[in-house]
Nanobody, 122 residues
Framework: QVQLVESGGGLVQAGGSLRLSCVAS????????MGWFRQAPGKEREFVAAIIWSGGSTRYADPVKGRFTISRDNAKNTVYLQMNSLKPEDTAVYYCAAHSGSYHRIDDADYWGQGTQVTVSS
């Protein structure tokens, strides 16, 4: 069992930056591929970014490429999402996810956090 707790969300102006954190507990963090998803009001949850267990490979959704960076610190059981050049369309609840399989299959995550709200004003 893995518990995931996100933090770092908030209100920011367009063009600004935020860094989200997700702390995992309850199991060996380094066994899991990790990912970030988001869900805007009235929309389905969508993939944002994923990172393999070692941190050696990452992938991103097209809308965030070049602006967001996912990273992890296995010693701290934490995955991060650095978000730069934020746009109003990035407004959503952001969720952390853990998957025991490939990070290419992060949508089939085994565990999910409760989410943190990110609001970008224009």
């Amino acid at each position: 069992q893995v518990q995931l707790v996100e933090s770092g969300g908030g209100l920011v102006q367009a063009g600004g930056s935020l860094r989200l954190s997700c702390v995992a507990s309850g199991s060996t963090f380094s066994k899991y591929a990790m990912g970030w998803f988001r869900q805007a009001p009235g929309k389905e949850r969508e993939f944002v970014a994923a990172i393999i267990w070692s941190g050696g490979s990452t992938r991103y959704a097209d809308p965030v490429k070049g602006r967001f960076t996912i990273s992890r610190d296995n010693a701290k059981n934490t995955v991060y999402l650095q978000m730069n050049s934020l746009k109003p369309e990035d407004t959503a609840v952001y969720y952390c996810a853990a998957h025991s399989g490939s990070y290419h299959r992060i949508d089939d995550a085994d565990y999910w956090g409760q989410g943190t709200q990110v609001t970008v004003s224009s």
